[in-house]
């Protein structure tokens, strides 16, 4: 079954130090987002892309983020220079079509620890 | 905007039957779906409800009522490895964004 690939699983970084997250989206899919989980909280939106562009971003996403897709396949999330509320696990994702009919498949996550 | 309510914890013996909850309020309403989430992995796509009434998928069935902004997920015969968070989710807008509950985690006993 194919799979969205994250890399690292886990990163500890510094405050105000910048960090880079990689997805590898499924690859026949349009659609890419980021959601974060922090601790025992709810999975949050905060950013689609479709057709190289960001398509919708939430409040959390804020000049500090920024996506991108620098070669067709990896889909990457930057966050600038980070807080200690940043900890989180952050999950991509994609989707064939923007339909919630046949879901969206997730990866399995990088864990961010910000100290 | 959007919100979802789902209780925080369920608890229920393997073989049982168990429903997980979800009240929604949206601006506009694209479906609803549910997601399952085992240790804090990968958030994965469990069903989808877009009309009134009962789908199944094997041990899990999902039901929807438009009319009450009411949902849940059923889980039958359940097994250890059902132990994990549910969430339930709706599309934000006619765009791709899910606003997921807070989830429920439910805990199987032998």
């Known amino acids: 079954e194919p799979e969205v690939t994250q890399t690292p699983s886990h990163q500890v970084t510094q405050m105000g130090q910048e960090v880079i997250l990689r997805c590898v989206p499924i690859s026949n899919h349009l659609y890419f987002y980021w959601y974060r989980q922090i601790l025992g909280q709810k999975v949050e939106f905060l950013v689609s892309?479709?057709?190289?562009?960001?398509?919708?971003k939430s409040e959390i996403f804020d000049d500090q983020f920024s996506v991108e897709r620098p070669d067709g396949s990896n889909f990457t999330l930057k966050i600038r220079s980070t807080k200690l509320e940043d900890s989180a696990m952050y999950f991509c994702a994609s989707s064939a079509w923007q339909t919630m009919e046949y879901g969206y498949t997730f990866g399995s996550g990088t864990r961010l620890t910000v100290v | 905007g959007q919100s979802l309510e789902q209780p925080s914890e369920v608890t229920a013996v393997e073989g049982a039957i168990v429903q997980i909850n979800c009240t929604y309020q949206?601006?506009?309403?694209?479906?609803l779906s549910w997601y399952q989430q085992h240790d804090g992995g990968a958030p994965t796509f469990l069903s989808y409800n877009a009309l009134d009434g009962l789908e199944e998928t094997g041990r899990f069935s999902s039901f929807l009522s438009r009319s009450d902004s009411y949902g849940y997920l059923l889980l039958q015969e359940l097994q250890m490895k059902d132990s994990a968070s549910y969430f339930c989710?709706?599309?934000?807008?006619?765009?791709?964004?899910?606003?997921f509950g807070q989830g429920t985690e439910l805990s199987v006993k032998p």
């Open positions: 892309f479709y057709n190289n562009e960001i398509s919708e």
């Open positions: 989710a709706v599309k934000g807008n006619q765009g791709g964004k899910l606003i």
């Open positions: 949206t601006s506009g309403f694209y479906g």
